[in-house]
């Protein structure tokens, strides 16, 4: 068992894809002084979100988020970071993997953005602006704000 990673079933007699049995998903709260939160509108996307994705197997958390918030706000020095939110597991339908989606505030030490290889667009919200729209997907962040 040494050496092995967990969640991952490879298949190296086949030409099947590797099999990820679990997915972390890496959420990136950043305030600025005014207390508007950075959101990005991924490259392919029509949506706003927080910049984040998926943790890469055997990738330890500050990599990841440093990785991610790179690709898509183009974060750049160091941060500090801290948990604020866990989802319960969910399923994927599109991946068939169980996803828990880790949502952390993080603070850089640079306050600079624009879009990162995978962003087209970066921008900050007010509480209120996210308040005003009506889309059960930020249900969960204006859950987590209304907490910090």
């Known amino acids: 068992m040494t050496g092995e990673v967990h969640g991952v079933v490879g298949h190296p007699d086949s030409s099947r894809k590797t099999d990820y049995l ?6 990136g709260i950043i305030l600025n002084n005014a207390g508007e939160i950075l959101f990005v509108k991924e490259s392919g996307r029509d949506w706003w979100d927080l910049p984040g994705g998926g943790m890469d197997h055997g990738e330890d958390i500050k990599t990841a988020i440093a990785r991610e918030m790179k690709e898509e706000v183009n974060l750049t020095g160091d941060f ?20 828990v989606r880790l949502i952390f505030i993080i603070k850089p030490d640079i306050m600079d953005f624009s879009p990162g290889d995978d ?13 005003e729209i009506d889309e ?12 910090i």
């Open 119 to 131: 962003g087209d667009e970066v921008a900050f919200i007010s509480l209120e602006q996210l308040k």
């Open 80 to 99: 500090t970071y801290r948990i604020a939110h866990v989802d319960d597991p969910a399923e994927l339908k599109n991946a068939k993997v169980l996803q």
């Open 22 to 27: 679990y997915r972390l998903s890496i959420k």
């Open 136 to 147: 059960p997907k930020y249900d969960y962040l204006r859950m987590i704000l209304q907490n």
